[in-house]
C-alpha cells in the first residue's frame, strides 16, 4: 500500500489536499469534538492554517495549485493529527468562542462551550446588561469566556480567574492579543480562595465536570488537554459543589451564577434538592448549563447535600 507522503505527493489543489486529508481522518478512526464534528472541516483547518488563508477565502481558490513546499507542511500537519491525535487547536494554536479568535495551547482546554450562545445574547433575560459593572471568569483557562463578556459587556471589567499559572498565562496572552488589558484582568486563585471581599453582578464558569468513568473512557484526543481541566472526582461534581457553595459570597445582591456542568447535571439535582436550579435551553446545541441566583443560592436548606 502507498505512504501517505506518496499519495499526498500526487495532489496538487487545495481541494485535492482537503478531501484527501478528510479521507484519511476517516480511515483512521479519529474523533472530532474540538470546533468541527466532521473530518472535512478538521481537514480545511489544517490546510488553511499551513497556506495562512482563513475561512472567508474565496471558493475559486479551491482549485489553485500548490507548491512542494506547501504540500510538505500540509502533509505534517496531517500525519500529526492522525499519528498523535491531537486536536486541530493544539496543531494551530487557534480556536474560536462566540465569534471571536483565541490562542490556545495544551496548557488549557479547547474552547467549546454553549456557553458562548448565552454570552452572545447578554445573557438576558437573567441579567440587565446595562447593570452588570463586574463579571468574574471562574476556572477561566483560556480566558475565552471572560473576554466574550468583556465584548458583550463594554462598560463592565472582567476578572479571569484559575489555580494554574499555566492557564493563567495563555489567558494573559489573549487578553493583550485582543487589546482589553484596561477592563481584563487575570487572577490565581483555587476557585474562590484568593478573592474575598470582590463582588460580581455576574459569575460565568465552565468548571471541570467530568466524572470518573465518563473521563476513562474518553477519545484518545481528549487526554492532550490538562486533566485539571475535565476530570471532577467521582461523580463529576467536586467542583461544582465547592463553586455552588461559595458564590453567593462573591455575587452582589440580584447577581447570577451561570454554570456548566454538562452531564453531570441529573447527579447536581441529586446532591442538592433544595436548589433552585434554571437550566437552559441550548439553541445551538449542548447541556447542563444553569442560572442560579444568590437569592436562590441563600434560600435556607439550598445547599443542604444528599450524601
Known amino acids: 500500500m502507498e505512504s501517505l507522503e506518496a499519495v499526498a505527493k500526487r495532489l496538487r489543489t487545495l481541494r485535492d489536499l482537503v478531501r484527501f486529508g478528510a479521507s484519511a481522518f476517516d480511515r483512521a478512526g479519529l474523533h472530532f469534538g474540538h470546533g468541527t464534528d466532521n473530518a472535512f472541516d478538521d481537514a480545511l483547518a489544517l490546510v488553511l492554517h499551513a497556506l495562512h488563508l482563513d475561512h472567508s477565502i474565496a471558493p475559486e481558490y479551491l482549485d489553485a495549485r500548490l507548491t512542494e513546499a506547501e504540500i510538505s507542511d500540509i502533509h505534517a500537519l496531517f500525519r500529526r493529527r492522525i499519528e498523535e491525535r491531537l486536536p486541530v487547536p493544539y496543531l494551530t494554536h487557534e480556536a474560536w468562542f462566540a465569534g471571536l479568535r483565541f490562542y490556545v495551547d495544551e496548557r488549557v482546554v479547547i474552547p467549546r462551550s454553549p456557553l458562548a450562545e448565552l454570552i452572545e445574547r447578554q445573557l438576558e433575560p437573567w441579567t440587565e446588561p446595562e447593570q452588570v459593572g463586574r463579571v468574574l471568569d471562574l476556572c477561566c483557562g483560556s ?20 489555580r494554574d499559572t499555566g492557564a493563567l498565562e495563555v489567558a494573559a496572552r489573549n487578553v493583550d492579543e485582543h487589546a482589553l488589558g484596561e477592563r481584563v484582568r487575570t487572577i490565581e486563585s483555587d476557585l474562590f480562595a484568593s478573592l474575598r471581599g470582590e463582588c460580581y453582578d455576574l459569575v460565568l464558569c465552565n468548571p471541570p465536570y467530568v466524572d470518573a468513568e465518563s473521563y476513562a473512557s ?55 434538592p433544595g436548589l433552585e436550579f434554571v437550566w437552559v435551553d441550548l439553541e445551538r446545541g449542548g447541556e447542563g448549563v444553569a442560572v442560579v441566583t444568590r437569592e436562590a443560592l441563600t434560600a435556607p436548606g439550598a445547599l443542604a447535600r444528599v450524601a
Open 218 to 272: 474518553l477519545p484518545p484526543e481528549y487526554g492532550h488537554e490538562p486533566e485539571g481541566g475535565l476530570a471532577s472526582g467521582r461523580e463529576g461534581l467536586d467542583h461544582p459543589l465547592a463553586i455552588l457553595a461559595g458564590a453567593a459570597d462573591q455575587l452582589e445582591p440580584g447577581g447570577v451564577l451561570v454554570l456548566e456542568v454538562g452531564a453531570s447535571r441529573d447527579a447536581l439535582e441529586r446532591a442538592l
Open 143 to 162: 480566558g475565552c469566556i471572560g473576554i466574550a463578556a468583556a465584548y458583550a459587556f463594554p462598560e463592565a471589567t472582567v476578572d479571569l480567574v484559575d
